[in-house]
């Protein structure tokens, strides 16, 4: 018997581990379906292109065949370790601006606006750069500036300026929009997962039990009152008991998943599967949004790009040299936000992850030569999907559709061809003259429209951001209140990206361990 069940070890469930175990008394039960984090490419920051493929530590889960996409099916990595996603991300540091988060409690989640998230924002954060207004200079995750900064990053830099846009030394600062470096999630030149962050400092205490390869197939319901989980601990059957309260925090496509196996869903199609029904819920597993991203290559005529970099000298230098050289990059080095004309509003709506190596499928097909390439993404499609089940197997993986480029009125494409167009502008600016070899992707700039709505359908895909699965609101659809408690039942609330009613304008680790902190502090004042 445990007071809390934490059902994911991930970005968001990491840190209500911590937080809820610091006081002695209460009892806490943290399962994770994957393993531990020992890998030492987890921990080197550039070993992120190595774990990629891991199929050990990933759910590795694909979307339907996407309409929009020339039916492609898109790769959708998520974390199946300690720390989760934030186990194998790309460390880029960001939190979206006020604006987002005023448009979240503009959408019903009453409480949520920046004045009231700022605070979590800066107590989870410890900024190498040190504390501010806006800053947190001594919280559980590490944020640091670039050790090994590549020569073709600074071209991108000054190649961003020539375009238009202004230097930005800190993008979670006063203001987004610019171009510089992204500071990143690491500690001494380590990746600083939210395991590494909030897990290890917590996990000698008696009370926090932290269970790996342990499955949750299931939540289990009294009177209405959730009272436990059925976990398969490495094949073995057990329940495990909550006295106070089960928490899912299994990120957005496995936690809608796991409330849907646990008979919180639609109705009907819950029966229809055979799955007996807690609570008609037919919002769960709606509003998945991700960010869409279009990459665009180039060769590049000098040798300097990571493409050559020697894997072992790298892991030597990092190992055995103190943390330092190309093994503490996390690849993705430079930023960019944007305001394209599209804009709605005063908020940049294109990010760019420039990097300076040939990336092909997320990493997995490596290319001849030397080259560089720029990641730029719709920071707030208007496109909705849906996770759904297949089966009332645990083991099935769901059903994932984000319809990416869904929307009725074709904005999500127009956007995107402007991701593309402001990729090539960039690379076309007088500080890549020396360096600019052929085009790779696309092969030579597109003519037409119809040209760059190919282009963009045939390249497009996940920057990994899905959210927005068991959304956060104060309406009777909503799956969980603005207190993050399932609406319909007592006992049990969700915890991780899920929750988001919306996409933030940036990357989503930041804005997921914010949300952790803050219902760590209402679940503990709720009692
Ligand atoms: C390749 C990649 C690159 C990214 N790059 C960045 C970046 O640079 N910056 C950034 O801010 N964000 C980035 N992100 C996104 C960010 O990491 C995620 O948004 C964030 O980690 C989500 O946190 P979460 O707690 O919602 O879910 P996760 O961190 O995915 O955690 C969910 C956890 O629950 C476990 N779990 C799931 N189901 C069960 C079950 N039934 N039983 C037991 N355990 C279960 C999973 O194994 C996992 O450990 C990236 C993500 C990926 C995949």
Not at 18 to 37: F, I, M, Q, T, W
Not at 200 to 218: D, E, F, G, Y
Not at 448 to 467: G, K
Request: charged share 20%; glycine share 10%.
């Amino acid at each position: 018997m445990f007071d809390y069940i934490i059902i994911g070890a991930g970005s968001a469930g990491c840190v209500l581990a911590n937080r809820l175990s610091e006081d002695p008394n209460v009892k806490v039960l943290l399962l994770e379906a994957g393993g531990r984090d020992w890998h030492p490419f987890v921990h080197m920051p550039a070993g992120l292109a190595k774990i990629a493929g891991m199929t050990s530590i990933n759910w590795n889960y694909t979307t339907v065949p996407q309409p929009q996409l020339n039916d492609r099916v898109i790769w959708v990595p998520r974390g199946k370790l300690l720390g989760g996603s934030s186990s194998i991300n790309a460390m880029c540091y960001i939190r979206g601006v006020p604006a987002d988060y005023d448009e979240w409690a503009g959408r019903g989640a009453e409480g949520w606006q920046w004045q009231n998230v700022l605070p979590y924002f800066r107590k989870s954060e410890c900024n190498e750069r040190g504390e501010d207004a806006l800053h947190g200079g001594d919280g559980p995750l590490s944020v640091s500036d670039l050790r090994h900064i590549n020569p073709l990053t600074r071209v991108f830099i000054e190649a961003g300026q020539q375009a238009g846009l202004r230097l930005n030394a800190d993008f979670n600062g006063a203001q987004q929009e610019g171009v510089g470096l992204y500071q990143v999630t690491q500690r001494d030149g380590a990746r600083c997962s939210a395991a590494v962050g909030y897990l290890n400092p917590a996990k000698s205490r008696p009370n926090l039990t932290i269970r790996t390869h342990a499955q949750v197939n299931r939540i289990t319901f009294e009177h209405g009152r959730a009272n436990g989980v059925v976990c398969s601990v490495r094949g073995q059957g057990f329940h495990f008991e909550a006295a106070r309260e089960v928490i899912l925090s299994g990120g957005a496509i496995n936690s809608p998943q796991l409330l849907m196996l646990s008979g919180i869903g639609p109705a009907d199609t819950l029966r229809g599967l055979g799955i007996d029904v807690v609570h008609d819920a037919s919002s769960v597993g709606e509003n998945l949004q991700d960010h869409l991203d279009v990459t665009t290559l180039q060769h590049c005529r000098q040798p300097i790009s990571y493409d050559r970099t020697s894997e072992l000298k790298t892991a030597i230098q990092y190992f055995f040299g103190g943390h330092q050289g190309p093994g503490t990059s996390n690849v993705a080095e430079g930023a960019g936000f944007f305001r394209s004309h599209l804009a709605p509003d005063a908020r940049a709506d294109i990010q760019l992850h420039f990097i300076p190596a040939m990336i092909d499928d997320h990493g997995r097909h490596r290319l001849p030569g030397d080259g560089y390439t720029m990641h730029a993404c719709n920071l707030r499609p208007r496109s909705r999907g849906r996770v759904t089940l297949v089966s009332n197997r645990a083991n099935d993986k769901p059903r994932i559709d984000p319809n990416y480029l869904g929307d009725a009125e074709g904005f999500d494409l127009q956007v995107m061809v402007e991701c593309a167009k402001l990729s090539l502008d960039i690379f076309a600016q007088p500080a890549f003259a020396p360096y600019r070899g052929e085009f790779i992707f696309p092969p030579q700039t597109p003519k037409t429209e119809a040209d760059w709505i190919d282009f963009v359908r045939a390249r497009a895909e996940t920057v990994y951001h899905p959210v927005g699965t068991c959304r956060m609101g104060s309406d009777a659809a909503a799956v969980v209140d603005p207190q993050l408690r399932v609406q319909g039942v007592a006992g049990l609330r969700v915890v991780d990206a899920s929750v988001m009613p919306n996409l933030p304008g940036g990357n989503t680790n930041a804005p997921t361990i914010m949300i952790a902190e803050r219902a760590a502090e209402m679940i503990l004042s709720s009692d």
